[in-house]
Structure formats: structure tokens, C-alpha cells
């Protein structure tokens, strides 16, 4: 399978680490990664992820924690009829009770439905980048490293997605019948490195999360590099490019930012 992995080299007066755009879900097709990825993350001290691999394994519990309404509170108490109607359509698609989210706070209700939407696509996290780079990592004696906490992240998102916008966050859920559809535009984005399609894909909402976590990260890795901890960071791929992107917030910082040659598996 041919793809155009988004690895770039991160270099300023000699100090130097790695950066690479990951993508959440994908397919056993991607794999095994290509040796000079491999090569590239065994040479590197420490392996720099959104979370490290014991965050992520607490993040489930932390997140059902902030999900949930206010005791006495359910979500059809904070849409519109006609909203909370498109929430029983999407989950009747999923053959869901209302029983089964109807304690939980939007922000939670759409990520829910998120995640059954990735399973029928044939996509699985197994299969993600992120969690993939991992493994390699852990069996190449690497330390571990997460840019964020899973309590500072989902703090983060649960903020910037408030009940108070409950009607948007319901209708951005994605109709069954197209879900595979607009995740296939997703995956082909990241096989071909193709931010523009990816970005087009992002709603406003979503790409200021990425700009706030893109200008808190930036002076993180420019020290990681700087105290020459040789870091491979891997992050999102839609966390890469743009005006706001890790690559240009990099570049205003000093740093030379240039794509890995052998990108091609």
C-alpha cells in the first residue's frame, strides 16, 4: 500500500528530533511500517505522544466522569425538539435506547456516536498510527512521554464544547448512511498528506481546539529538541500544517522543518 507518511525532521543549530501526523483509526493494510520510520524512531530518545500510553488508558474513566448532566437533568432538557428528534433518528440508526446516553452531556453524546460510526467502517484504532508507534516504542526501550495530561485534555474539550451550544454538537453528528463516506475522505487525506482536504473536514470548532493545543505544545517540543532529547512527536495529523500548524509555529520559532526522503512504503 502506498502512502505518503507525514514525517518531517525538526532541526535548529545542530539540536534535532522528528515530527509525524498520525491518524486515530486505520487499517492493517498500513502496516508494517516502513523502515525508515522504524530506524528513525528507535535512533530517538523518547517517543512524544498527545498522551502518554498510561494516560490514555485512564482517559476512558476521567472522560465518562466529566460527561455526565447535573443530577435531575437529561438531554432532552437542553434541546430543541426538533434536535433532540434528529438525536432519536441517529440513534435508532445504531439500534440505541435513549436509556443508554441520555444522562450525558452533548459533548460526550456526539463522541459516542463517533466511535460506533469508526467500527462499521472497517477502521479500527488497533490500527492507528499513535497507538502503533507505541508498541514499537515500548519494545524499543523508549520513554514515553505525553504533551498533555487525559484531565487537562478532556478538560479542554468538554470547555470548549459547553452545554450551551448542546443544539450544534447534537446535529454535527453524521447520519449513519454517510458516516463511511465522510471517514474515507478522512483516511485518504492522511494516506496522501493532503492537509487540504483534511482541513476541509474540520469544523470551526474543532480547528480552534487544534490551534490552542498547536501554540501550548510548540514551546514543549522546541525544548524537548533544544536540551537534545532527540524526540519523535508524534501528534494528529491535522495538528501539522496551516498557518497555525506545528510546522509554522516551529519555523517562526528557528526551526528548520523538512520532510523525511523514503516516504513512500
Known amino acids: 500500500m502506498d502512502i505518503n507518511w507525514p514525517i518531517y525532521k525538526i532541526e535548529r543549530l545542530g539540536h534535532c528530533g522528528y515530527l509525524m501526523g498520525t491518524i486515530h483509526l486505520g487499517s492493517q493494510q498500513m502496516y508494517p511500517l516502513p523502515k525508515f520510520i522504524v530506524n528513525t524512531l528507535a ?65 460526550y453524546i456526539a463522541t459516542f456516536f463517533t466511535s460506533l460510526a469508526y467500527k462499521q467502517t472497517g477502521k479500527s484504532m488497533l490500527y492507528g498510527v499513535d497507538l502503533q508507534l507505541q508498541r514499537l516504542a515500548k519494545q524499543n526501550n523508549l520513554l514515553g512521554v505525553g504533551l498533555e495530561t487525559a484531565d487537562a485534555q478532556i478538560n479542554e474539550v468538554a470547555g470548549a464544547y459547553p452545554d450551551s451550544d448542546a443544539n450544534d454538537i447534537i446535529r454535527s453528528i453524521i ?69 497555525d500548524g506545528l510546522i509554522k509555529l516551529l519555523q517562526n520559532q528557528g526551526f528548520t522543518v523538512d520532510k523525511l526522503l523514503g516516504n513512500v512504503q
Open 43 to 107: 535512533q530517538s530518545k523518547q517517543l512524544i505522544t498527545e498522551m502518554s500510553a498510561t494516560e490514555t488508558g485512564s482517559a476512558g474513566e476521567l472522560m465518562e466522569d466529566e460527561a455526565m448532566l447535573e443530577p435531575g437533568t437529561v438531554i432532552a432538557d437542553i434541546l430543541e425538539p426538533d434536535v433532540f428528534e434528529y438525536l432519536l433518528e441517529r440513534a435508532e440508526e445504531y439500534e440505541l435506547e435513549l436509556t443508554e446516553f441520555e444522562n450525558y452531556r452533548p459533548w
Open 175 to 243: 447520519p449513519q448512511a454517510t458516516v463511511s463516506d465522510e471517514i474515507e475522505v478522512i483516511y485518504q487525506a492522511y494516506i496522501n498528506d493532503n492537509p487540504t482536504t483534511l482541513t476541509e473536514q474540520i469544523n470551526e470548532l474543532a480547528e480552534n481546539i487544534t490551534v490552542g493545543r498547536n501554540k501550548a505544545w510548540t514551546p514543549i517540543i522546541a525544548n524537548l529538541v533544544m536540551n537534545d532529547a532527540k524526540p519523535f512527536i508524534a501528534v494528529g495529523f491535522g495538528h501539522l500544517h496551516g498557518y
